[in-house]
């Protein structure tokens, strides 16, 4: 009977497993997984979860009877520790796996800070797993002085959590603004106005020198580079992910910025692919690596059609979204590589959206609190039809004539 083994348990992992199976593949599908915990689901964690309005089991994708039922073994708390491509064996704590496909899901690692800068420090947080937000919300009390450093998506989305909870939170941003990697200037603004509206204190074009340990070695002070000093009761690490792909490297197989793969998912390796966080792909002559939902779903089903022989190429619009306090931000499509923005606002409004452009080509939408914008800008991008500039930044336009 053939056997298909997936690495990692994450979205993309659960994601090739049951796509196989709703495809009709009968043999063996076995998932492992080095978290011990069901698959689930991520983007709750920063938000509803570490606010502790969302149950633990809310966060599975699927029940347990769902993988027993469909035939899916679960090996959860396992590690892989090598691959032989040659062999086609997997190397686990327990023993050695042959396979016939392999796929790679292992996704990301959050960046910590350097143990000079503190950041191995009690106290001190990152925000990837469930085990990591069990760990921050059993410490977290109204009051406390919190600490974010990174000013990215997790880094917001913690602080805002974290300042409905009422505690006092600071955010220090190395670069001039935050989102600076992600986002327009004009979507940093609509983001920086909520958080200090909401009370967060946030300090752009500030780097972090080192966490100071107060009495019994926990996180107690910021020294902050040509800025003084901050109290931190807690401080959260969000200055981003690597993707994880040191089992592939060590096996040989091709890493470009994550594990290389090709429009259909493949890696350099004969019957090994790769998809999810962990997977750099060819798109529109470049090649990138996505860390969303979206992608992690989508490329997982396509290798898994590719697997039973679909060859069928990875061509996203891609699409992300962010919670932060009662805002909504809708992303669709890759604003990189832009010349102009369009803005979409309406006065006093809390609703507003910014169009990416380079020349006359729409390349992206970030949309708050404006699901219209977000679905004619996704619709947009998925047709390529042209965007009229004139209606996009007039409120009272009905944009929804743009893709009719
Ligand atoms: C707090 C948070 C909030 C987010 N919010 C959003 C959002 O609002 N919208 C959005 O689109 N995206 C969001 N994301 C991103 C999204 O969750 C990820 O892009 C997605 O989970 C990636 O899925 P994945 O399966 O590729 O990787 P992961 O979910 O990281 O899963 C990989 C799994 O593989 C396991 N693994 C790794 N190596 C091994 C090994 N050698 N052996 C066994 N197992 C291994 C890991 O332990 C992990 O469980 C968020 C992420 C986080 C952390």
Same mark, same amino acid.
């Given at each position: 009977? $053939? ?8 979205? +993309? ?34 938000? $509803? ?39 086609? $064996? ?33 106290? /001190?947080?990152?925000?990837?797993? /469930? ?20 000013? !990215?998506?997790? #880094? ?48 752009? !074009? ?10 019994? #070695? ?9 800025? %003084? ?8 690490? !969000? ?10 490297? +060590? ?19 004969? %019957? ?27 490329? +997982? ?104």
């Amino acid at each position: 009977m $053939k056997r298909i083994l997936v690495v990692g348990g994450g979205q +993309a992992g659960h994601s090739v497993a049951a796509k196989l199976r709703s495809c009709g593949f009968d043999g063996r599908i076995v998932l492992i997984c080095g978290e011990d915990e069901l698959p689930y689901q991520r983007p709750p964690l920063s938000k $509803k979860y570490l606010l502790g309005e969302f149950e633990r089991e809310r966060l599975h994708l699927r029940p347990r009877d769902y993988y027993s039922d469909n035939g899916i073994e679960l090996m959860l708390g396992e590690r892989c520790n090598g691959i032989d491509p040659n062999g086609r $064996k997997i190397e686990l704590g327990s023993g050695v796996l042959n396979y016939d496909e392999l796929v790679l899901a292992t996704g990301s690692t959050p960046r910590n800070l350097p143990e000079r800068a503190g950041g191995l420090l009690d106290g /001190v947080h990152t925000v990837r797993t /469930v085990a990591d937000i069990d760990g921050m919300r059993s410490e977290l009390a109204a009051g406390m002085n919190v600490l974010v450093v990174g000013g !990215g998506y997790i #880094g917001l989305e913690t602080a805002a959590t974290c300042a409905t909870k009422g505690c006092n939170v600071t955010i220090v941003e190395v670069a001039d603004r935050i989102l600076q990697r992600v986002a327009a200037p004009e979507t940093s603004n609509y983001f920086r106005a909520l958080h200090s509206d909401r009370g967060v204190r946030v300090l752009e !074009g500030t780097a972090l020198a080192r966490l100071l340990a107060g009495t019994g #070695g926990r996180v107690a002070a910021a020294e902050l580079k040509d800025a %003084g000093r901050i109290d931190a009761d807690l401080a959260v690490v !969000g200055i981003g992910i690597l993707p994880s792909t040191e089992l592939a490297e +060590a096996a040989g197989l091709e890493i470009d910025n994550g594990i290389r793969v090709d429009a259909y998912g493949r890696t350099s390796a004969d %019957g090994v692919w790769a998809a999810g966080d962990c997977a750099s792909f060819p798109l529109g002559g470049k090649r990138i690596r996505l860390e969303s939902v979206q992608n992690a779903i989508d490329q +997982a089903e396509i290798v898994a059609e590719n697997i039973l022989g679909a060859e069928r190429e990875y061509v996203p619009v891609p699409w992300f979204w962010s919670d932060q306090f009662d805002a909504k931000l809708q992303i669709a499509g890759l604003g990189t590589g832009y010349d102009r923005i369009i803005s979409r606002r309406i006065e006093g409004a809390a609703a507003a959206s910014f169009w990416y452009f380079a020349g006359d080509s729409l390349l992206a939408v970030d949309a708050i609190n404006d699901s219209r914008s977000y679905m004619v800008g996704k619709r947009l991008l998925e047709t390529g039809k042209a965007a009229n500039t004139e209606v996009l930044a007039d409120p009272s336009a009905n944009l929804k004539l743009l893709i009719r």
